[in-house]
């Protein structure tokens, strides 16, 4: 039997699916399995037999570039002192070369010195890809629930409580579209995300859906959609920019129009949680240049204002009428940040001031709450005002690269990971299981680089 090799013989055949599947929608394709039957396999997703390596300091990286040296001298945790902001990495620059040139290896190095990476977070970060790659289902999907039949020991611990298996390979395919690997990118994941995009497609509804009938539809949806939105955006695949765009027009057409807002079922009046990973696609959506209609940028804006306590501006609850907390704030203050609302807003302000004074703590484990707050935060990073500066983010940034480094497994199977339950119970832990806690916890440490800075500095 014949082995195709190359690239570009590689990506026509997936291509091809993907117009086949554009053109019969995915129900259409399952039903022509005859046809399917002699049409070339997805890409298979077997272990990758790559160690998950902790390199010494004088190893590079396993993408092929060193990041700063943890080991140089440096002021301790406890101590504020501001990333230097560099001038000659010229940050709207990067942003002209376009959306997703921060993470490429060119700019890669320069932008970790910047915002605060280090050797170690990068060592984190690139086990727990290896980790996700180990854990991949042979179909190309991700499991929440049955990951562990992938394990060559009893490590891996921590299955989720639901299952939702859009929602998982979203989940597993966004740190390797953070670290710059895509299905078009020679790297020692190109499989193992064409695999996952394959699936994708393979699973979406002809109106868009591709929450592949999970009990929290919209969640699922979302997350599988800013996967194939960072993916068309990076790699300008067409097939995939078509099943993006369909994708961003299934949240379009759930969104409640009294409200504003989104919920587990399309039409329901919504709440913050569910909102924030609309708005995380849509923004992706954006970025990648697809298409949004402004009226559902819109009904957001009104959904957040009403779910804002008159008297906290810039916190902001689960529902109207709800308290506040710090996960929803730094939730909400994402979702205004991608509404491109100013930094200097009191919203902004009143929001950012929360999150900074609830700093990660390694007993009150939340990286639901940390993945927001760290984005959120970063956005208002390089350009200094009374509330937004670098020091601030250099101390929320100092915690939680710390808490993570310290708190990722280092042996056996599940080396790489992180376990929901040790060394305490995260709070949404035992319902995305160390599927969702790896992939959260590796995008935080990939903030970095994943996303420039929402409101850069003027180009001088």
Excluded at 50 to 63: C, G
Excluded at 322 to 344: C, E, F, H, I
Aim: hydrophobic content about 40%; some cysteine.
């Amino acid at each position: 039997m014949c082995r195709i090799r190359g690239t570009k013989v590689r990506r026509d055949l997936f291509g091809l699916m993907v117009v086949l599947l554009a053109a019969w929608g995915a129900e259409g394709l399952l039903a022509r399995s005859a046809a399917l039957a002699q049409a070339p396999a997805p890409p298979q997703a077997a272990p990758d037999d790559s160690p998950i390596a902790r390199p010494e300091s004088s190893q590079t990286d396993p993408f092929g570039e060193d990041a700063p040296d943890e080991n140089a001298p440096k002021a301790k945790d406890n101590e504020i002192t501001p990333p230097p902001m560099a001038p000659e990495i010229g940050l709207p620059a990067i942003k002209e070369e376009g959306t997703y040139a921060c993470r490429s290896p060119k700019h890669r190095r320069e932008l970790l010195k910047q915002f605060g990476g280090t050797r170690a977070t990068e060592r984190a970060a690139a086990a727990a890809l290896y980790w996700l790659a180990k854990h991949q289902m042979p179909d190309g999907s991700w499991s929440l629930e049955k990951f562990q039949k992938m394990c060559t020991d009893k490590s891996c611990t921590g299955v989720g409580s639901i299952e939702s298996l859009s929602a998982a390979t979203g989940l597993g395919l966004l740190p390797f579209l953070a670290a710059g690997q895509t299905q078009a990118t020679n790297g020692p994941f190109q499989r193992k995300v064409a695999a996952g995009v394959y699936w994708l497609l393979n699973h979406q509804k002809r109106d868009g859906d591709l929450s592949a009938d999970a009990a929290s539809q919209m969640y699922s949806h979302a997350i599988a959609t800013i996967a194939l939105c960072e993916d068309y955006g990076m790699t300008k695949d067409k097939p995939v920019g078509v099943a993006a765009q369909m994708a961003v027009n299934f949240i379009v057409a759930a969104q409640n129009q009294k409200t504003g807002g989104w919920r587990y079922h399309p039409g329901e009046e919504g709440d913050t949680s569910v909102l924030g990973w609309q708005m995380q696609a849509l923004h992706a959506a954006q970025e990648a240049g697809l298409t949004v209609k402004p009226a559902a940028l819109d009904g957001a804006k009104n959904f957040l204002a009403s779910c804002q306590p008159a008297e906290h501006v810039g916190w902001f609850c689960y529902q109207p009428e709800a308290g506040a907390t710090p996960p929803m704030t730094a939730v909400g203050l994402l979702a205004s940040q991608d509404l491109k609302m100013d930094r200097t807003d009191p919203v902004i302000l009143g929001g950012s001031a929360l999150l900074l004074a609830n700093q990660p703590q390694a007993e009150n484990r939340n990286i639901y709450y940390w993945y927001y707050a760290t984005q959120a935060l970063h956005n208002l990073a390089g350009k200094e005002s009374e509330f937004t500066s670098n020091k601030n983010w250099d101390t929320w940034n100092r915690k939680i690269r710390k808490l993570l480094v310290e708190t990722q497994a280092r042996e056996g199977c599940a080396a790489g990971s992180w376990d929901p339950d040790k060394p305490n119970k995260d709070a949404w832990g035992p319902y995305g299981g160390r599927i969702m806690q790896t992939s959260l916890s590796c995008l935080t440490l990939e903030i970095y680089y994943r996303h420039l800075p929402a409101a850069l500095p003027e180009k001088p």
